[in-house]
């Protein structure tokens, strides 16, 4: 094991979410070089780069108790973040509806509305029941 407190983790994962926060690309605008925030939105293949592990390794720490509640709590975080990301349009909504599709089984939800128009009514006359009478006009009818 790389980590041996969750400590270190849990430390490793702010730091990795003020470099995420404070991202910055450079633009050239009117001949000038600038600086424009570009926060990235929070990955767990990322973080694992970050702090040196493959995905095998984190699937393992999230195995032992004393690591679970904080491995738990970083997914959490990474899938609302990814989430809030799509709401607000942060980033590329195909790429982002991808991936919480692909990784978290999210689905598209569809809504299908049918109208039905009844345009006639075939009625059919059976036999009476136990030698019941059948009329045979309108005004013998019971309504």
Do not use: H
């Amino acid at each position: 094991m790389k980590f041996q407190d969750p400590v270190i983790i849990q430390n490793a994962w702010e730091e990795f979410k003020v470099r995420c926060d404070n991202n910055i690309k450079y633009e050239v605008s009117a001949g000038k070089v600038l600086q424009v925030p570009a926060p990235r939105i929070y990955t767990l293949g990322s973080f694992q780069v970050y702090i040196g592990i493959s995905r095998e390794s984190w699937g393992d720490y999230k195995t032992y108790p004393e690591f679970s509640d904080t491995i738990n709590a970083i997914e959490a975080e990474v899938l609302a973040r990814k989430a809030d990301a799509l709401v607000n349009a942060e980033g590329s909504t195909q790429g982002l509806k991808f991936d919480l599709m692909a990784n978290y089984g999210w689905q598209e939800k569809q809504a299908i509305e049918q109208k039905v128009e009844v345009t006639s009514v075939e009625v059919k006359l059976l036999p009476a029941v136990d030698g019941a009478q059948i009329s045979t006009s309108e005004r013998e009818v019971d309504v």
